[in-house]
């Protein structure tokens, strides 16, 4: 693959898959803006980046619930390397585990404190739809560029206790994905969306079923990333593709 002359914006970068994407865009010769909340972090990868000579890097804070800081992120980017080819939405996680509620504390989803869910709607959906609408802006200029969704198996299926995360990443996937399409297709703009079932950027991951006995190698998610940002995917739009496993076809109850 060939990422040359092609910059891409991709968030929750100071960890996981955000990470792993730009590193890998990078090694193909393209640039990449890391954005995280972690700024320590997102500026020592894009260190390494740089040091290792194919792409280039920059790192960037920015809290994707922050609609300021979205802006000023895209026009970093633009600043840095001209233009904005792909955003990938990566920044995310479900509320329960990243605001670290304790379920022994909390009974059932009504006791526990609303702020936990807002955060969760706020980085997994309105975050996302913060970064599209500052970008389309640059994407509409250039006429061209994709902007990839990061949905999940658990936007298919619910969550009785940590309910914000199903409804966050099911707006995700279906609603801004082909909106988003829908609106980008006249400006040469494509949108899709990418849910994986379980990942190993979390050891605990392992324990989630599939139909292949196993949870993804969190490379095996960047490989469809990047084949849908690549030239080979460029008939790819407005869609959600599942890369679970099987999880989704495996027998309820
Ligand atoms: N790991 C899985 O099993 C799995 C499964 C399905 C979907 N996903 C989705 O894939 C994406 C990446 O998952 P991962 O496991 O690689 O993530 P991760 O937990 O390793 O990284 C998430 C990153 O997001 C950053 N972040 C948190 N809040 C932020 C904010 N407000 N603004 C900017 N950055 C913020 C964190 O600092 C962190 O670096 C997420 O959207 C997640 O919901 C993951």
């Not at 968030?11 to 955000?18: C, E, K, Q, R, V």
């Not at 640039?31 to 790192?59: F, P, S, T, Y």
């Not at 250039?142 to 999940?152: A, D, F, H, K």
Request: overall charge neutral; aromatic content about 8%.
């Amino acid at each position: 693959m060939d990422f040359g002359g092609k910059t891409a914006i991709s968030t929750g970068a100071a960890s996981g898959m955000g990470l792993l994407f730009a590193q890998n865009i990078a090694s193909y010769g393209g640039n990449v803006v890391l954005c995280d909340v972690n700024e320590a972090v997102v500026r020592e990868k894009a260190d390494e980046i740089n040091a290792a000579g194919k792409g280039r890097a920059i790192g960037v804070r920015c809290d994707v619930r922050d609609y300021a800081q979205v802006c000023a992120a895209r026009d970093k980017a633009i600043e840095a390397f001209g233009g904005i080819d792909i955003l990938a939405n990566f920044a995310g996680g479900t509320a329960v585990r990243m605001c670290k509620v304790d379920r022994s504390v909390y009974g059932e989803f009504p006791d526990v404190p609303i702020e936990v869910f807002d955060w969760g709607l706020d980085v997994n959906l309105k975050g996302p739809f913060y970064f599209a609408h500052a970008v389309l802006k640059q994407m509409r200029a250039q006429n061209s560029g994709l902007i990839l969704n990061i949905g999940s198996i658990t936007g298919m299926e619910g969550d009785g206790y940590g309910m914000e995360y199903p409804t966050a990443k099911a707006g995700l996937m279906f609603g801004l994905t082909k909106s988003i399409a829908q609106f980008g297709a006249k400006y040469n703009i494509r949108c899709v969306c990418i849910s994986p079932g379980p990942v190993l950027t979390r050891a605990a991951m392992a324990s989630m079923k599939t139909l292949l006995g196993r949870a993804a190698d969190p490379q095996e998610i960047v490989d469809l990333c990047l084949f849908v940002a690549s030239d080979k995917g460029r008939f790819i739009n407005g869609e959600n593709i599942m890369i679970d496993g099987g999880r989704n076809a495996m027998e309820r109850g």
